[in-house]
């Protein structure tokens, strides 16, 4: 099972950007998904998650900016993220908690890791 994340960039503040993370692999089930980033010298922190029934969770930084949804026919999770500002600036990483085919659980997998970088 991977997970591959895209759609990082530069961009100006107050623009906009779409990252997307698909899995693949041997998946049996998805459960909630992510997206977590982590700015130099700083810890990685939860940008927001959905579960599996499409619930959502944000961290109160990015309210109203930025909205988490998946598609579960493609096993991808988005994060639209709108009126984007310098303090953005992070490697934006993707979870998943995917229970493989012949496995009795559930891991907790991750993306490889996309830059935003937000500069005028």
């Known amino acids: 099972v991977q997970l591959q994340a895209s759609g990082g960039g530069l961009v100006q503040p107050g623009g906009s950007l779409r990252l997307s993370c698909a899995a693949s692999?041997?998946?049996?089930?998805?459960?909630?998904m992510g997206w977590n980033r982590q700015a130099p010298g700083n810890q990685r922190e939860l940008v927001a998650s959905?579960?599996?029934?499409?619930?959502?969770k944000y961290a109160d930084s990015v309210k109203g900016r930025f909205t988490i949804s998946r598609d579960n026919t493609k096993n991808t999770v988005y994060l639209q993220m709108n009126s984007l500002k310098p303090e953005d600036t992070a490697v934006y990483y993707c979870?998943?908690?995917?229970?493989?085919?012949?496995?009795?659980?559930?891991?907790?997998?991750w993306g490889q890791g996309t830059q935003v970088t937000v500069s005028s």
């Open positions: 692999g041997r998946i049996f089930s998805m459960n909630s």
């Open positions: 959905i579960t599996s029934g499409g619930s959502t």
């Open positions: 979870n998943a908690g995917i229970v493989p085919w012949g496995t009795p659980a559930w891991y907790d997998y």
